[in-house]
């Protein structure tokens, strides 16, 4: 083997051209990725049939991380639903109550004497109202007359272009519809043409669901209006309030062009007449200006955003417009091509793609929220579990794809919501516990909602939400080896965040330090008396964060070379953790005593993140508990509505069973997380780059190109007859990786496979 020095200057102008300068600004060593070569037209999915309107899951998704829309497909008539990720009901609020600590106290004494009925009961005590919920901007309606019945129908969702086309015959005519969401622009643009000159015929309008306007001048359209003060849940009842000076404000523009024909508005529509080609560009923007300001009485201009956005993309071209925005978008996807069995669009690598598509249209540096509990599309005031952050595994779930995925800058507006729940959450941790740092529950909102959601405490009375989080800071560093933003973003949270863990640890009768109060969400244990609870101490999830947080903050303090006091106090403490325990049945015990389990089967295995997303048991350095946590994920078995089990599959090195977990089912409303998917093919969590550690029986030949590993590495990797052909290791960092192929350490200066590239400044 040979290693290679490149100079970063000598190869970054072939693609440059293809990404945003904010980007170099924000994490340049993402912007030193050589895009992939691959067969990337076959990335599409197509419908030969409009999805049915009531089927919004289905509906193919646009986005650019502000602005998100679903389209149908329909021929007659389009419906197109319209996002922007900072519209939500409500304004800052703060739920936090003096009297906690009382409860608190009194909770905790129940635990010491093991009476968790009383401690549920207590834990109810310290909750508070709901977040706030996630807002639909409008509806924007395509109708085309005499176009009732068609042929050759098509729509196609190509995430190579980031493009949804729709396609049909009338009367000998083919009609087609092109729609994509841009970033770099920051607009939603259709075209609408047809293989006949002056065949292009319709009306256009927009309404919304929230209280506003529409105003219709010439050949544009302006939605004006605002969200409700406040959704909430009133005795299972969805109770709506509105208010006319306060919440958050927005407006949608849309501009319609032709080429030929006639233009006019009719009534509250714009009627397009004999035209050879249409070009409608969407703009939007809200006054929402920030976690802790009303964005009714303190917001931004959305007017002025949303027409500053818009007469700019009406400076450029259709061609122009769509050039911008495909440049931008490929610069990021086409970092990372997978095939497997030599198959085109091969089911599991397509399906891989469609999560980074997914997330790179939820997620973009500059959106102003990150990716919530549907991505970035919902038409309900009242949608599903209030379209929220559910940060007892939702978000930290579906950031998992983001980083070996060589897309780890979509993790950007994560880490600035991190950033505004650590402001919040240490009001919370000073007034409801009296404790240090910062802490964040269950359930948050785009106001950084911190306190206790209501409900069961085995959701509800979890104050591990920050700590979680804190996992995907430490991974952003980890990833890419920012030191400059390790010390002036990552470690300040961490360190909030272990401070709060710190006050919340108290002795168990043992001597070990355990969390109190603790839950293992979302599950429910068995009492002495046979009582169902969910409050306990030092639960194995817990004590999983506690440590890898303690760990990342250790290692982050020595990096930097500062903070050496708080440094040793952790590395005092840590030793005197509650372990990992062996139940009963051989199990990983999900709790700090081997309590019967009120539902064996339940879906969720937050003992085991453990194994992944975390790295505290590893085949080397834990095999005993690598054994348990097999057999605890035997035991769980399949188990509702949460996929994601193929990371854990694949951390216990088990191929065959990570494959069959992996969810195909997309587009749907609730896309599974496909983070496992990656971790069959590459994993570096345990200091080794470890080159096809899970690979699957069935995955017989195949390459992927582009996969990101911890410390700063991209590897390209290519296989036969479950056989290593081809490796190429490139290192941003200047450092050389210790390889493992299959399980084998080998020696990558020796080994004839292995290449093995310095990409320094």
């Known amino acids: 083997m040979k290693i290679i020095i490149i100079n970063k200057r000598a190869w970054r102008w ?36 409009p999805t049915e309107i009531n089927n919004f899951g289905s509906a193919f998704p646009i986005g650019n991380g502000r602005l998100g829309a679903k389209l149908f497909g329909g021929v007659a008539s389009e419906l197109v639903c319209l996002n922007d990720v900072t519209l939500w009901s409500g304004a ?35 909750e508070g109202p709901n977040t706030e919920s996630y807002q639909p901007l409008g509806n924007w309606h395509l109708d085309f007359p005499g176009q009732d019945s068609y042929t050759n129908y098509s729509n196609t969702l190509d995430m190579d272009q980031a493009m949804v086309t729709t396609h049909y015959t009338v009367d000998g005519i083919n009609y087609t ?46 939605l004006t209006g605002h969200a409700p003060i406040s959704v909430k849940d009133a005795t299972g009842k969805p109770l709506v309030t509105w208010d006319e000076k306060m919440g958050t404000r927005f407006e949608s523009e849309l501009n319609v062009k032709t080429s030929g024909g006639k233009v006019q508005t009719a009534g509250q529509s714009v009627q397009i007449s004999k035209a050879d080609t249409a070009v409608l560009i969407f703009s939007a923007a809200t006054s929402f200006n920030g976690y802790n300001k009303e964005a009714g009485t303190q917001g931004k201009d959305a007017s002025a955003i949303a027409k500053s956005y818009l007469n700019k993309a009406l400076q450029l071209s259709y061609q122009q417009l769509l050039q911008n925005h495909v440049k931008d978008y490929q610069g990021m996807f086409r970092r990372l091509w997978v095939d497997i069995n030599g198959e085109k669009a091969n089911k599991y690598a397509l399906a891989y793609q469609w999560a980074r598509y997914n997330l790179i ?3 973009r540096p500059g959106g102003g929220a990150p990716r919530n509990e ?37 993790t950007l507006p994560l880490i600035a919501f991190i950033d505004d729940l650590a402001k919040a959450g240490t009001v919370t941790a000073k007034v409801n516990y009296g404790f240090h740092g910062w802490v964040t529950h269950h359930n948050s909102d785009i106001w950084a909602m911190t306190t206790m959601s209501p409900g069961d405490p085995c959701w509800a009375d979890w104050p591990m939400g920050g700590v979680w989080l804190c996992q995907h800071v430490w991974e952003h560093y980890a990833f890419g080896m920012d030191k400059t933003y390790l010390k002036t973003q990552a470690y300040p949270l961490m360190k909030g965040a272990a401070e709060f863990t710190l006050d919340l640890l108290v002795k168990n009768k043992e001597g070990y330090w355990v969390t109190s109060p603790s839950t293992s969400p979302e599950n429910h244990f068995m009492d002495a008396q046979g009582t169902r609870v969910a409050v306990s101490m030092g639960s194995t999830m817990d004590m999983a964060f506690v440590k890898e947080l303690f760990q990342n903050c250790i290692k982050a303090s020595a990096i930097l070379n500062i903070d050496a006091g708080f440094r040793n106090k952790l590395q005092t403490i840590l030793p005197q953790l509650l372990p990992f325990q062996i139940g009963s049945q051989g199990q990983l015990q999900e709790w700090s005593e081997d309590f019967k389990e009120a539902e064996p089967t339940h879906r969720h295995v937050s003992h085991l993140v453990s194994i992944w997303p975390l790295s505290q048991i590893t085949k080397d350095k834990t095999p005993q508990f690598f054994e348990a946590a097999h057999k605890s994920l035997e035991l769980r078995k399949g188990g509702g509505y949460h996929p994601d089990k193929a990371g854990m599959w694949a951390r216990l090195l088990d191929g065959d069973r990570a494959m069959a977990t992996l969810s195909l089912k997309y587009p749907t409303l609730y896309d599974a997380p496909f983070g496992g998917f990656a971790e069959m093919l590459l994993q570096s969590h345990t200091g080794y780059v470890d080159i096809l550690p899970a690979l699957p029986t069935a995955w017989d030949k195949g390459k992927v190109l582009g996969l990101r590993a911890r410390g700063g590495y991209e590897v390209d990797i290519e296989w036969a007859n479950h056989e290593i052909k081809k490796v190429a290791i490139r290192s941003f960092n200047g450092q050389t990786p210790a390889v493992r192929v299959m399980g084998k350490l080998i020696n990558i200066k020796t080994d004839p496979r292995i290449s093995f590239q310095i990409i320094k400044n």
Not at 25 to 32: E, G, P, R, S, V
Not at 92 to 120: C, M, T
Request: charged share 20%; proline share 4%; hydrophobic share 35%.
């Open 14 to 49: 072939c693609f440059t051209g293809c990404l945003l300068l904010c980007f170099l600004c924000i994490n340049i060593t993402y912007a030193q990725v050589k895009l992939k070569q691959g067969e990337w037209e076959t990335l599409k999915i197509t419908n030969t049939q």
């Open 92 to 126: 800052p609020h703060h739920y936090e109550d003096s009297n906690s600590p009382k409860v608190l106290a009194q909770l905790r004494a129940a635990l010491a004497v093991a009476d968790y009925k009383k401690a549920d009961e207590l834990a109810r005590k310290m």
């Open 177 to 222: 519809r092109e729609t994509f969401a841009s970033y770099p622009d920051q607009v939603i643009v259709m075209r609408v043409y047809s293989n006949q000159k002056g065949s292009i015929t319709f009306n256009t309008h927009m309404d919304s669901q929230l209280q506003g306007k529409v105003n219709v001048a010439g050949n544009e359209i302006v």
């Open 361 to 363: 249209a939820c997620s």
């Open 374 to 410: 549907q991505g970035i599309w919902n038409r309900d005031i009242t949608p599903h579990y209030a379209s929220n952050y559910t940060l007892n595994e939702n978000p930290e779930k579906y950031y998992t794809v983001a980083e070996p995925a060589n897309i780890g800058e979509v």
